[in-house]
């Protein structure tokens, strides 16, 4: 079919930038290269992509995962071939895990010449195996109708699976590279439609059952996208039959009946509060849960029944006593449920819900005193969000930080807690910030910080990102977790005390960088922080690397302690 736009000679760059579009797909994040220019001439060319330009491949594919989060639609990245395609794989393991839809696109020399000492080759086919979706492997220039129906197809099929998470596109090509034609060949679009999941109603009987019997019941929410219908199924439940929903900021749930702070509670009371506490009956939903305590706390006051809700077929048996899988959409599930339960005694749940509340008011008579340090700087940082903004935590203690606050229910929050790297939570922010007209913060550790550093190496950054770097001078988590931190290989080894300069960052990218160390200089810097600029802006707060994981300890010492006041 005739059309006045360009594109490669290369039918499988013309059947890949046809067909990504076709589904859904609005952006592709390029790597430079010369073996995938057949991909990126004719993406650029189809004039209807975002075309982004992240030379960093690492960098390129948390970008392409953070826009993702916004678009909530595929969103492509694009390498050479060789050593280029590996750096793909933290975020390929990351979206895996948080089921992202990103579609990584490899160029590849001709199969005869991988292992035969031709420069930039590798064995591409099939590299993320373990942590994809489908990998698709295209046959090199398709010339008889079965080889191209055959290309088609698999691009379909694995576009079809970014519902379930990420994909991979390895694309061989042999030269020329660089030819352009307008005569483009018009690629097969295959769609899928798929029932709803139900449930029948006597297994539904036989769960509301074990509902009733269980006086005691959790839903514990992990990593979750927003989602009112499951909060108005939820809350509707809650008001028929009460249970406690223990949730973190990245579950992005506001119910009537949350405990928002899993660890503020859980970690500052007693043997006895913590045995009444204990469920007959856990539900869990979402993604990873941050709290180590409360998969601790589970693994010792264990639930006599727990089901995990989630359409995959995966199990996730996290504390060992998994009786019952169910695999269908959690608003769903709760909906149908609440047809069949009976109406329950709300004096448990409301017992936890009256502590939790006077934790809260522990927390700030705690945190009004407390001296500078890594969680009074968070304390100023949350209370200046802009409202209707979202936040981005860096993995480490900032994430934790966070779990520590109530935040309101405007704010979205995000962070990689699919394995948990500091490997491209700036990109990712980026990447987010990049999709979203909304203000967009991230929260990240100076070593965070300085290994996702080309996150800024960026040729469309957006203007709606804040950058606030909390520099202890190295990773400050290792002085907090359990384990030695005076032994002689500590700082050099694990901490990695440094005194780098993050300074010379912004300079490199040209970004507005301030830097202030004490509570009086980081208010004042926050007034400002937010008003409109035409770059992302840095803000380093320096703490005492010693100081503030001390502020932590004593304040869930203080919170203990309010119990037995109050
Ligand atoms: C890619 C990767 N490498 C190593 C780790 C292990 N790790 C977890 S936290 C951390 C230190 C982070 O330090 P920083 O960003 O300064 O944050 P802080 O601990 O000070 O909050 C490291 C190395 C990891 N999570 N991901």
Redesign the pocket.
Known sequence: MQQQRKSSTKLNAQYVAQLLKKHGCKTVVIAPGSRNAPLLISFVEDGSYRCISVPDERAAAFTAMGMSLAEREPVAVLCSSGSAVVNFY?AVVEAFYQKLPLVVITADRPKELIDQGVGQTMRQENIFTQHIQYSANLLRDPADDMAKAYNQRIVNEALLATAKGPVHMNVPFDEPLYETTTEINEARYIGELKGERVLRTPKLQQLAEVWKESAKVWVLAGQLLPNSELEDTLNRLNQKSPFLIFSETLSNLHCGCNIHSIDRLINTIGQEEKAHLQPDLLISIGGEVVSKMVKKYLRTFSPRQHWYLDERTEFRDTYGVLTQHIQVHPALFFKKLAEKVEEKPAAWRDHFLALDQSRMRAHREYLEKAVFS?FVAFKHILAQLPEDSILHC?????VRYAQLFDHPKEILHFANRGT????GCTSTAVGHAMATDKMLTLI??????L?DSNAFWNDQLPTNLRVVV?N?Q?????RIIEGPDDSAHFEAYQETVHQHHLEGVARTFALPFVSVGNERALQDALKTFYMPGDTPKILEVCTSRKKSPQVLKEYFTFLRNEKKDG
């Open positions: 933290p890594d860096a993995n480490s203690t900032a948990s790297g500091i490997d990240t550790g100076d070593v965070a910080f290994y909390l202890n190295g990773g400050n988590i290792f």
